[in-house]
């Protein structure tokens, strides 16, 4: 089976209107089209950025609050400048993008515009038509940019039918990923998972905040999932809320799990192993979120993996069934500011006791802003080991 | 269980006592002729005008009944104008002209001693009060720069007795970024007025007398209402001296919850975003009386395209949420009710026909039963604005029609102002000739027609009216209960409740116009084959005004640099606290830009984490 189209959406800086692409997301979504969301009020430098890592064959615009004509034609021009003209640009803004606002954007760069009362079917019959294939010209100009072609070439090759590599031998590995990040000895993989709700989105966002604030220079590879089904399309969503994470020193990417269950993508071995060899200072990657028995983490890529809890998991008894609270090196118990949060940690503090592993346990509450517990966090993970 | 559960039950219970109600008077003969009498009063005590023609036609109309029980269902299930639970109408008399003619007027409901004839010591009260009364029309505008807009202003003000301004403020502004920051030169005075420091504010508002009681500012921002509210407070303050802090007259729209929910302009997270508010509801409430510092929204709810019923239920539980947050602080719902108002959309499905007259009825029992309110904090002070998604760029002249439709149901509605978008609303800010159009369409409506001038409920209670009320408080109430079952109205927005549901009736909306469910006529009916693109005037900021903006902005910020630095600072240090920073932000928008302010606050507070 051909592998889905991965195109971008975003709506301009100083922007909200997102109803319009709101639909048109979805709507792609349900005609097998992987969709990138940016999110509204987005700056062209972001979306570019966003784009390349993405290696999204188009961008979709959405927008209403004017300056469209110098806001698409800036995107263009970053896309060259980056010799990313390959990624093509299109998009709407109802009646405020006018005939004349159209010819002018088309001469600068733009692929179409389509204005009021277009057919939601034309804009998906557009995107099969004219991005249904990669039309591949010069040779990648940058590191980034190479990188973001091979995790595509990756995950393609699985959805044309590449069987999965049984779990690969941990030694060969740990030397590989040694050789890739050079002189550091601090590079770390870590794997975050969790319950939908938890909060993990946030957490690694407030996590990236910091990690990029403590060391000028550091640099890193995020790899987040989203959910989605054999054949048909994904939102994924995750950088539209990662507002921290879209930076120059960082680099994400954002996969469809095609069809697989337990919170990754058949692909993501094999893309983690390629973010591993390459110059990152860490690598984090987040599962969809995941039930009771999952056990995403079972590669050996893996240094420090994180269990993100919701306070509110029911009974104590679930706990028991929590087979990531016997594998994980550091337990979260996230939204700890909800009324169950002391009890929760404490009933897990105990769990944890009869593993007689030395595993850590943090109350945090990401969505706070400079909260300690996330600070605790940034400690552990950062230790010299 | 959370207030909004409270509310459900308080609607519950009222609509059982109006039933119980209705079968006393039925069966208790005492009860049913002390309800006889009343009804025979308010009809006898109705005052008769005349229309131009010379035609007869009662001040108030009132249903053909005459049997106890049906007069106890529509006196208390209904209410008349201006009573209790207020289906009616918040107030009475409303769009009705002066009285012509000598008349008795008042029923027993007026406590001012009105006699049989209405004279006696108030004797041309009533007529007096009529006219002092205000037009209801409130036009929004806003674009390019300050003076632009205020020049704006000054037309559309000219033939009005009272000055009642509608602000609308470009894209920057709403997101509280300086229009000297990097990549968003183009953005400027689009879709908006620039206004980046307490100088533009006062061109804004040149030549207008901020206290007099004929003006009032209304100013539709709200991620950053705070600061713009502290704004607007030391303009006024520079041109009249303190003085005019008490005086100062006008509505912020500054709901945050609708924010999250649909128009997406939070900039700092939920939590601190309502803390500022209340901050500023705290401060506002006491010092400026004649203020409303919030307009619950749902306007943007509805055009972001929810259903009408998704519309109410989420803009009348935010309201509640409000309610309950300002209780929290300690300050009684009498104090800070009066001065809640709402914004509602109206478009052209059935549901309008009703919408508003249901949510005025249910906030008033839930703020009677639920919050323990009095008769002002019970009133739902109604601005709606008509459909702008409902406006479509195929054959756009249509839109005049659409509009006038739109505004007949709102004015059914007993909106108490409205906005009437332009008929080139799909393409631009609207120019003058399509602007001064939709005035007219109020005042031919309001003035010219006689539908709306003689008789309050003119167009109140048909079958088919009760049919959708029914229908829709129903609807509103199931919507209250899937809120409440994700722990009210907070949790819900964390869960992506109303933002989910949102989407996809924006997205059923738009199938439903491609698949022929939804008539759009010129667009997929009588679509005319040889239409040619619109010309219209287009109303965009040339790069020279950007400039402008820009450079003055530089300015004022090298100006103040020292003075600067320090109230932030201070305002800085308030806000790590728990505060009121309201008054650290009045010192601080004397000397600092929207953009100084809001930046050192994210700095303390974070910034708002987007949902999808
Ligand atoms: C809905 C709406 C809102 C809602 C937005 C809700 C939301 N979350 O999206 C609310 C009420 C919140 C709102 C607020 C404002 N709005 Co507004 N809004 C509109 C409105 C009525 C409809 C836009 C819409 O969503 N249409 C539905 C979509 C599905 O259809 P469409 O627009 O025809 O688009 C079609 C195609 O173009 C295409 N398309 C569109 N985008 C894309 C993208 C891609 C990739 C593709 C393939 C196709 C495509 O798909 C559609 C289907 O055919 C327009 C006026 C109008 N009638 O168009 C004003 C309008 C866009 N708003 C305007 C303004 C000024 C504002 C405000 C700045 C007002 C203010 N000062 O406060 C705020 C800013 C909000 C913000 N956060 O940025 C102006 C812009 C003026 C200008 N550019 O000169 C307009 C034109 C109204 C006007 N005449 O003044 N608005």
């Known amino acids: ?385 | 269980m959370s207030k909004l559960g409270r509310v459900v039950e308080a609607v519950e219970n009222y609509n059982r006592f109006v039933l119980d109600e209705v079968r006393r008077a039925r069966t208790e003969t005492k009860f049913g002729q002390q309800l006889l009498e009343r009804w025979n009063r308010i009809k006898a005590n109705t005052p008769i005008g005349r229309a131009p023609t010379g035609l007869p036609l009662p001040r108030l109309a009132l249903p053909e009944i005459d049997e106890p029980g049906e007069i106890a269902r529509y006196l208390l299930g209904d209410g008349l104008p201006g009573e209790f639970p207020y289906l009616n109408g918040a107030y009475r008399e409303m769009y009705l002209e002066p009285l012509r003619e000598e008349g008795s007027y008042g029923n027993e409901q007026e406590k001012n001693g009105h006699g049989k004839n209405g004279h006696s010591k108030n004797g041309k009260k009533g007529v007096a009060k009529l006219a002092e009364t205000e037009e209801p029309t409130r036009l929004f505008s806003g674009m390019g720069l300050a003076e632009d807009t205020n020049e704006r202003f000054h037309y559309l003000g000219a033939h009005q007795r009272s000055k009642r301004l509608s602000t609308a403020f470009d894209g920057l502004t709403l997101y509280g970024i300086d229009s000297d920051a990097p990549g968003v030169f183009g953005k400027i005075g689009e879709g908006g007025v620039a206004v980046d420091t307490v100088e533009d504010m006062e061109r804004l508002y040149a030549g207008f007398d901020m206290g007099a009681p004929s003006f009032s500012a209304s100013m539709t921002i709200s991620g950053p209402a705070p600061i713009i509210m502290a704004m607007y407070i030391a303009a006024a303050k520079r041109r009249f001296g303190p003085s005019v802090v008490p005086k100062l007259r006008g509505t912020i729209q500054a709901d945050i919850f609708k924010e999250v929910q649909a128009q997406n302009e939070t900039i700092f997270p939920v939590e601190a975003s309502l803390r500022f508010l209340a901050d500023m509801m705290e401060y506002t409430t006491r010092e400026m009386p004649r203020w409303y510092p919030v307009s619950i929204s749902g306007y943007h709810i509805g055009e972001a395209g929810a259903t009408p019923v998704q519309q109410a239920a989420y803009t009348l539980s935010n309201g509640f949420a409000y309610a309950e947050m300002m209780a929290a602080r300690g300050i009684h719902v009498d104090q800070f009710g009066p001065r809640l108002s709402f914004f509602l959309d109206c478009g052209l499905d059935v549901e309008y026909i009703a919408l508003a007259r249901v949510s005025r009825r249910i906030w008033a029992i839930g703020m009677r039963d639920a919050f323990g309110a009095g008769t002002k904090a019970q009133m739902f002070k109604l601005h709606t604005q008509t459909s702008g998604r409902s406006l479509v760029a195929a054959e756009f002249k249509n839109n005049l029609t659409r509009t006038a439709a739109e505004l007949m149901l709102a004015y059914m509605n007993g909106s108490n102002s409205c906005h009437s978008n332009s008929a080139d609303e799909p393409f631009t800010t609207p120019s003058e000739e399509w602007i001064r159009l939709s005035a007219h369409g109020q005042a031919i409506l309001l003035d010219e027609s006689g539908i709306f001038k003689h008789t309050m409920n003119m167009l109140s209670g048909s079958p088919g009216m009760k049919a959708v009320e029914r229908a829709v408080e129903a609807a509103i109430l199931e919507e209250f209960r899937q809120i409440e079952e994700l722990g009210g109205v907070v949790a819900a927005i964390e869960h992506r409740y109303q933002r989910s549901q949102i989407q996809n009736a924006a997205h059923r909306y738009e199938e439903q116009i491609y698949d022929g469910t939804r008539s759009i006529i010129g667009l997929n009916k009588y679509r005319n084959a040889n239409e040619k693109p619109p010309k219209v005037e287009l109303v965009r900021t040339p790069r020279a005004k950007k400039q402008i903006q820009v450079d003055r902005l530089k300015q004022f910020k090298k100006r103040n640099a020292a003075k600067a630095a320090k109230a932030l600072d201070r305002l800085a240090a308030v806000a790590e606290t728990d505060e009121n920073c309201f008054p650290a932000l009045l010192e601080a928008a004397e000397v600092c830009s929207l953009g100084q302010i809001s930046g050192r606050l994210q700095e303390v507070v974070g910034r708002f984490r987007p949902m999808v």
């Not at chain 1, 072609?149 to 690969?168: N, Q």
């Not at chain 1, 989203?226 to 969503?237: H, N, Q, R, W």
């Not at chain 1, 940690?345 to 030395?358: D, F, S, T, V, W």
């Open chain 1, 1 to 385: 089976m051909a592998a889905p189209i991965r195109i971008l959406t975003a709506v301009p800086i100083c922007d909200g209107h997102d109803s319009a692409i709101n639909t048109i997301n979805l709507e792609f979504i349900r005609h097998g089209i992987e969709v990138v969301y940016l999110g509204y009020h987005r700056y062209a430098e972001d979306i570019v950025r966003a784009a390349i890592q993405e290696d999204v064959r188009a961008i979709g615009i959405s927008s209403y609050n004017g300056g469209h004509v110098e806001f698409f034609a800036e995107v263009v021009r970053l896309l060259k400048k980056q010799g990313a003209d390959d990624i093509q640009v299109f998009g709407g803004g109802g009646g405020t993008i006018t005939h004349e606002d159209q010819k002018v954007m088309e001469r600068r760069g733009v692929d179409k515009i389509f204005f009021a009362g277009t057919p939601l079917s034309e804009m998906v019959e557009f995107v099969h038509d004219r991005y249904g294939k990669a039309k591949r010209g010069k040779k990648a100009p940058t590191a980034e940019m190479k990188l973001a072609r091979k995790l595509t070439e990756i995950e393609d090759a699985y959805a044309k039918g590449k069987k999965k590599r049984p779990t690969p031998n941990a030694k060969r590995l740990t030397s590989n990923r040694k050789q890739g990040s050079g002189k550091n000895n601090r590079k770390r993989v870590i794997g975050f998972t969790g319950p939908g709700g938890a909060g993990k989105t946030t957490l690694i966002d407030e996590l990236v905040l910091r990690l990029l604030h403590r060391e000028p220079k550091t640099r890193i590879a995020i790899l987040s999932h989203d959910p989605s089904v054999v054949g048909e399309g994904a939102l994924l969503g995750d950088r539209a809320t990662m507002i921290n994470s879209q930076d120059e020193r960082v680099f994400m990417r954002s996969m469809a799990t095609r069809g697989q269950a337990g919170g990754l993508s058949p692909a993501t071995e094999d893309c983690l192993r390629l973010l591993a060899e390459s110059p990152f200072d860490y690598v984090i990657i987040e599962t969809v979120g995941t039930g009771q028995e999952a056990m995403p983490f079972r590669s050996k890529l893996i240094d420090e993996t994180v269990l993100v809890m919701n306070p509110d998991y029911g009974a104590r008894l679930q706990l028991q069934k929590i087979v990531m609270l016997d594998l994980a090196d550091i337990v979260v118990v996230n939204k700890s500011d909800q009324d169950r949060a002391r009890t929760a940690a404490l009933e897990i503090k105990r769990r944890l006791e009869q593993n007689k592993r030395p595993q850590k346990l943090i109350s945090t509450v990401a969505k706070r802003h400079r909260d300690r517990g996330v600070d605790k966090l940034c400690d552990l993970l950062t230790e010299k080991k």
